[in-house]
């Protein structure tokens, strides 16, 4: 199969070599023979290893792609979560069947119910006739890595997506924001961390227009009058609200800032 021998060997020594203790507080029992679990992690272990070089021999030698930023992409990987990407109909077509190809050589498969296609075009004509390509089921978006990838090419969804995920576990949090007791220093550090972390998950890859940073200012000033509890009647600006918070860093601006390092380290590379 063409795996190192170092890799063979570690799953070796897994299988032969190892025990365990258990320790309960300052208790530590003597040394046991895992069996279930190991032979568990070890067939994990043998699986990925093959996935991956299946798919390192169709990918790597894969001539078809497109080009974003002067750079030509094939497809995407992250652990044993992979998307292909294809400049046309036929071209993915053709990539699918080579990867069925080498698959079935180590006995692997594709399975069709979980794999699906988008179509992204600039003329945002939806192809909504195309129901299937190949095998695979034609739809208008799907999750990536805890992303929302749809057929327009734009991050709106995503956006509104992620907000409304920030805005549910704000409201969970109702009790805190109400404490006169929790100072609004500490607030505004839990909204940072438990609030916007949720929102700017993945954030680093959007291309923002004028109409998503609108919403993006939106949903944090929302956010802000929540912990200071003012209500929409009171007719406050951002700027009023900002001032009062000690002019905290911008959402927006942190949205930015991610892309621009994102794009600075690419380049460097």
Partial sequence: MGVPYHLVFLIQQLYESNSARVRIHRDLSGKQQPEKEIVRDVYYVRCYLTFTLVMRK??????????????????????DDTTLVAASQEELVALLNVLEQHSAAYGLGINYNKTKVTIVDREHANHREIKSIGRCEVV????????????????ENEIRRRSQQARVS????????????????TKMSLVQSLVFFIFLHASETWTIKKADRARIDAFEMWTWRRILRIPYTAHRTYVSILEELDNPKRLSSIVSMHA??????????
């Fill in 260 to 269: 621009h390092i994102l794009r600075t380290y690419s380049q460097k590379r």
């Fill in 170 to 185: 704000m409201t969970k949090l109702t009790k805190i924001w109400r404490d006169h007791n929790i100072t609004k220093a």
């Fill in 58 to 79: 169709v990918l790597d030698n894969w001539t078809g792609s497109i080009t974003i930023g002067g750079s030509k992409i094939s497809n995407l990987r992250f652990a």
């Fill in 140 to 155: 208008q978006s799907f999750t990536y890595l805890g992303s929302l990838i749809d057929n327009s090419g734009s991050c």
